[in-house]
């Protein structure tokens, strides 16, 4: 059974930063693309960044500039660094992962880990 387990949130102030970590656990072939989602109370998922297998990153223009997406293939595990937090930046991160197992290719989705930034 795949896995994606995230960590790193936690409250921090305005100006602030935070590192999430996405580890994918299980058998595991390969794992294709990786990202990270955000949702705020009463807003909708909004993609904040993801990275190819390769290494290739793409942003929201949002947080371009201040949150850097990478990946450790060896380790299944993928990182968001943010810098200069926002109060809007406040919300749960999730993260997703197409992954080859052994059974199919699927996305996979972590449980979320709460970002919450004070003013």
């Known amino acids: 059974q795949v896995q994606l387990v995230e960590s790193g949130g936690g409250l921090v102030q305005a100006g602030g930063s935070l590192r999430l970590s996405c580890t994918a656990s299980?058998?595991?072939?390969?794992?294709?693309?990786m990202g990270w989602y955000r949702q705020a109370p009463g807003k909708q998922r909004e993609l904040v960044a993801s990275?190819?297998?390769?290494?290739?990153?793409t942003y929201v223009d949002s947080v371009k500039g201040r949150f850097t997406i990478s990946r450790d293939n060896a380790k299944n595990t993928a990182y968001l660094q943010m810098n200069s937090l926002r109060p809007e930046d406040t919300a749960v991160y999730y993260c997703?992962?197409?992954?080859?197992?052994?059974?199919?290719?699927?996305?996979?989705r972590g449980q979320g880990t709460q970002v919450t930034v004070s003013s």
């Open positions: 997703n992962a197409n992954i080859r197992s052994n059974i199919a290719t699927l996305t996979y």
């Open positions: 299980g058998i595991i072939f390969s794992i294709n693309a």
């Open positions: 990275i190819s297998s390769g290494g290739t990153p």
